[in-house]
């Protein structure tokens, strides 16, 4: 039986980025994946998402052409070479992630875990069944799809995002049933290549999670896009008719070629079934505590197998959490500024509170504001739709930020560093913002919360 210092099990942002971090620190590190190196993220979700986002904003402008001034005459796709980009774009990171591996001297098995007692796994592939032991051993197992109990279960017609990103052909109709992030970014990628997408979601507001306001605001824009979106209304009973898919919305019976059941992801606990070791949880999700320990001495757990966002950046945040606590570093880690992000065209981001959750804890907010309209770069880009909206408490620190509209995903950033490291408005707006950029728009919606806004 091989013997390590650490023994990850899953190779996705949260396995990965421990593995090498702990190898690079001299300890004798291997990982066992039973899919593919980069996880739910670079497999399944993140990266594929983005891959086919891409294609739908530039087959979007390409249509628009000539608000550019440019002339594309007989814009078209071809969603067999769409879709091969996209797995060029995965099988190039995962191919930089196995090498960054190799080259950290971290040892991959490829096979199926199971826990075993005493700090043993082991590992089941087609080609054999290995038992390997470790000083700690680290789950990192991710989430899986979350499906309520008497859904359909036919995946040729009724959907994960697992076959949504399979999907060979574009879908005439499409239901999508939950209107967060992922359900989102699906409707607007089919949408666009010519789906007539349909997203039912339960909550008052499209995105729960985001400011209320902001959620209101954007729903227009979305349908505006071709979405036709129910909020507030469960799809009262879904069921399979000569191989389409029938639902009933608000009290009407209506057909689908395919449904995308996007209603949230579960932790993967697979590898415990059937091993012998159980763990305390925390509701659905792995108990751990500050140190990412178990209930089990020497078993730790990170990512979306124990609570918190499930994100991929919180994944490798907790990665680089417990290695600086395993090296012994004195470094402050936080979970208080966790930006989300919505990769759609407007794009959405937010960080920290939003308006509804600072009214509800009875903090005084001070709300900044600058529109993308104002922003010379937006508006020189032809993408000048949305704004920055920024949450000051009483003594001027930043204690939440809502951004839609161009660039809104890495415009994130500043507020989230503001934000962590607990900067007051009057410094942060020392700092010098380039001109054009759409970074100007947060330093006006900052500038706006004191009356002090240049365009507003
Ligand atoms: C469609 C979609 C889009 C998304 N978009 C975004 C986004 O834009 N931004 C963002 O931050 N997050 C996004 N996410 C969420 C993100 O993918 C997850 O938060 C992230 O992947 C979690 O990382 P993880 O390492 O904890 O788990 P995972 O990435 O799920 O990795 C876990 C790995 O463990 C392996 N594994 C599990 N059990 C075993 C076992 N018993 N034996 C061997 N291997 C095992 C799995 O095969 C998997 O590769 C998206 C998710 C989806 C589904």
Known sequence: MSHFDLLIIGAGPAGYPLATAMARYGSKVAIIERDSAGG??????????????????????????????????????DWTAIMNRKE???????????????????????????????????????ENTVEISAERICLATGSVPSIPAGMPVDRSIFWTSNEALSAAHVPESLLIIGGGVI?????????????????????????????SATAKRLLPVFKKAGLEIFTGQKVEALDEENGRVTATIAGQKRFFDKALLAMGRRPNLSILEGGGVSLNMDGRFIAVNSKFETSE????????AIPGPMLAHKASYDAMTLADIWRGREIRHTYNSVPACVYTHPEIAW??????????????????????????????????DGQVKT???????????????????????????????????????????????????????????SGEAVHG
């Open 351 to 384: 960080v920290g509170l939003s308006e509804d959750e600072a009214r509800a804890k009875g903090v005084p907010v001070n709300v900044g504001r600058s529109l993308f309209s104002a922003n010379g770069k937006a508006v020189a880009a032809g993408d000048s």
């Open 88 to 126: 060029v774009v995965i099988k190039t990171l995962r191919q930089g992630i196995e090498k960054m591996l190799q080259a950290a001297g971290v040892t991959l098995f490829r096979g199926n875990a199971k826990l075993l007692p005493g700090r043993n796994v082991r590992v089941e592939s087609v």
């Open 297 to 304: 001495p020497g078993i730790y757990a990170i990512g979306d």
């Open 183 to 211: 359900g989102l970014e699906f409707g607007q990628i089919f949408s666009s290549f010519g789906s007539k997408v349909t997203i039912v979601e339960m909550m008052p507001q499209i995105l729960p999670g985001l400011d």
């Open 40 to 77: 739910t993220c670079l497999n399944w979700g993140c990266i594929p998402t983005k891959a086919l986002l891409a294609s739908s904003k530039q087959y979007h402008q390409m249509q628009n052409a000539q608000l550019w001034g440019l002339k594309a005459e007989q814009v078209g796709f």
């Open 391 to 449: 949450l000051t408490d009483e003594k001027g620190h930043l204690i939440g930020a809502i951004i839609w509209g161009p660039e809104a995903s890495n415009l994130i950033i500043e507020p989230t560093m503001l934000s962590e490291l607990k900067i007051p408005n009057r410094e942060a707006r020392t700092v010098i913002h380039p001109h054009p950029t759409l970074s100007e728009a947060f330093s006006e919606a900052m500038a706006s919360a």
